[in-house]
């Protein structure tokens, strides 16, 4: 068996080449997947313009929908029978560490070592025509839910994991800093929580979606200081619940600033740069406020991602800017990282 697939490679700068590399096959207890649609996420983004260093060739894609094509040995047939529509959970974690024995798998010691054992070219490996997953990371979707649904299974899996940690409460406030992909996923989730929503973001355009997507209120943080405003419209309190969907430290600082006294505030974004920012501790004391973060997709973050797209209660489609075919990929890498996109997808 020396079958050959496509998959899409990050080879340069700027620079994304179709490549040929063998066709894995599944081992015990694997799935060989059919890839269908992936989506660009920012981490591919930025190593596609070099601000993330990871070594290249790469090949990308963890934002996935696809198809069961193959079983290993000891996965059942009954449960995932060829053909199956699948998304797919593509976190390595070992089962093993201390965080993975306390259930907190998103924090596995192990979660950035890639298995790519069965891979010619490192990295995630989506973005290609097939891809081999273990049985454990593959969820079950109806086959009738739309690829253009089901592939913001992960995406979405990561904003559930933010929205837990700040256990809005029915009839809350709630502030999302930035109106990118996550924001907006923020605003859907939030609003279906029950919250009164409040959206702080400089483009005009993107505050406009925000506002189609149910966010109550929007401001713009460079006309008017987003930590007076939202004191101005919570007689002085802050909001119960922020979410920072940015990467900008200035704006983190924001978050705390606007943040309630009992408030929860989560840093979800990562920071670039990260630069501290202080604190005073008698603010944390008075205010019995809580500072956390949220980061990948917990095991079960995902499987209310899913059931929440299984079952239509999220509907994030509206948020893909454009699709491309793998011949494409090019143009689909250049239009996700313009600023006026929300995801684009990769059709294989
Ligand atoms: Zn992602
Ligand atoms: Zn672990």
């Not at 797209?309 to 999220?314: D, E, F, V, Y």
Request: with cysteine; hydrophobic share 40%; charged share 25%.
């Amino acid at each position: 068996m020396n079958e050959k697939m496509k998959v899409v490679a990050i080879a340069d700068e700027r620079k994304v080449e179709i490549k040929e590399v063998r066709k894995p096959a599944p081992k015990a207890d694997q799935i060989l997947m059919k890839i269908k649609e992936c989506a660009i996420c920012t981490w591919e983004q930025r190593t596609y313009t070099r601000e993330s260093r990871m070594p290249l060739p790469f090949v990308g894609g963890h934002e996935i929908v696809g198809e069961v094509a193959a079983l290993g040995t000891g996965v059942n047939e009954k449960e995932f029978p060829i053909g199956k529509k699948i998304v797919a959970r593509l976190i390595n974690v070992c089962g093993k560490c201390y965080f993975c024995r306390r259930g907190e798998e998103n924090l596995c010691v192990e979660i950035n070592n890639l298995d790519s054992s069965e891979m010619e070219i490192p990295g995630t490996g989506g973005m290609g025509e097939y891809l081999v997953i273990s049985a454990s990371q593959a969820y079950q979707i109806p086959d009738e839910i739309p690829d253009e649904k089901a592939v913001f299974a992960e995406p979405l899996a990561c904003v559930l994991n933010s929205i837990e940690k700040g256990r809005i409460e029915l009839g809350d406030d709630v502030v999302v800093l930035g109106g990118g992909i996550m924001g907006m996923l923020h605003v859907m989730c939030a609003k279906l929580s029950g919250a009164r929503v409040i959206m702080s973001e400089p483009d005009a355009e993107r505050r406009r979606i925000a506002g189609a997507l149910g966010c109550d209120i929007t401001c713009n943080p460079l006309e008017t200081d987003p930590v007076e405003f939202i004191k101005s419209v919570t007689e002085g309190r802050g909001a119960e619940v922020v979410f920072n969907t940015t990467p900008i430290s200035q704006v983190a600082k924001q978050a705390v600033q606007m943040t309630a006294y009992m408030g929860r505030c989560v840093m979800y974004s990562s920071q670039h740069p990260d630069k501290p920012f202080e604190i005073s501790p008698n603010w944390l004391h008075n205010s019995e406020a809580v500072i956390t973060g949220a980061v990948s997709p917990s095991v079960r973050s995902f499987n209310r991602a899913v059931n929440l797209l299984a079952k239509s209660i999220i509907n994030p489609e509206k948020l893909i800017s454009g699709i491309y075919t793998m011949e494409k990929a090019d143009e689909a890498f250049e239009a996700a990282v313009r600023p006026d996109t929300f995801r684009i997808i990769i059709k294989f």
